[in-house]
């Protein structure tokens, strides 16, 4: 890799963020195989590539959002992969700040209840994007395959910022798992491992605008030199 290599990944890493607002035209066939052609080149534990990706496209993407969420209106979250138990210390923190970010981005005063919960459900509308992703994982590989998923993700997320495209990696999508199973006939043996929704960014919208930060690194690096 030449430092100009580098530099293009540092740049697409810096300026990498959650769309969580979609301008509503479709992403072209080409350009969406060129994306997930390059996520394809994700490395996994003994090549096994466990990731398997159903993408929404037109009709297809309208009719799962509205299935979606007239589904979570009356039924339980029930994810494949067991949820964190809870955020303490400086996870909760974190956790927190993203929120206000968002929230401060929409005008939502804390305490308002309503706008928070319709934001929230706006994750289920998937940020009004053209394209949604399901990424699932063989049940008997375990956390392993979903970390490989999760390095096809970054491949994707990379990829997709370095197309001009936005996307918003959604833990929530696979909250309702028992849903997807059915709706999209995945096998029990294939286990959800997250959403994300993608498409062409609405740069002008207001929640758009706001970046996350990143702890330094040596709040997160511990060198052994002895």
Request: hydrophobic share 40%.
């Amino acid at each position: 890799m030449t430092d100009t290599d580098f530099a293009t990944l540092q740049r697409l890493a810096d300026t990498r963020w959650t769309c969580r607002q979609f301008r509503p035209e479709q992403v072209d066939r080409a350009t969406l195989e060129q994306l997930l052609t390059l996520a394809q080149r994700t490395p996994s534990w003994c090549n096994t590539q466990p990731w398997q990706v159903v993408v929404t496209e037109g009709e297809g993407t309208e009719r799962f959002r509205k299935e979606l969420l007239a589904h979570i209106q009356t039924n339980p979250t029930a994810p494949d992969f067991e949820f964190p138990a809870e955020y303490t210390g400086v996870y909760k923190e974190r956790r927190r700040t993203c929120g206000f970010q968002l929230y401060d981005s929409l005008g939502i005063v804390k305490g308002d209840h309503e706008k928070t919960l319709r934001q929230m459900m706006r994750n289920f509308e998937f940020f009004d994007a053209p394209h949604v992703a399901i990424v699932t994982s063989e049940a008997d590989l375990g956390v392993y395959g979903a970390i490989d998923c999760g390095l096809w993700l970054e491949n994707f997320l990379l990829g997709a910022q370095a197309l001009g495209l936005g996307a918003a990696p959604q833990a929530a999508l696979a909250s309702y798992a028992p849903f997807l199973h059915d709706y999209f006939g995945l096998p029990e043996h294939r286990k959800v491992v997250f959403g994300v929704s993608f498409g062409y960014p609405d740069t002008d919208h207001p929640v758009n605008g706001f970046r996350t930060a990143r702890a330094a690194l040596d709040e997160q690096i511990t060198w052994h030199t002895a």
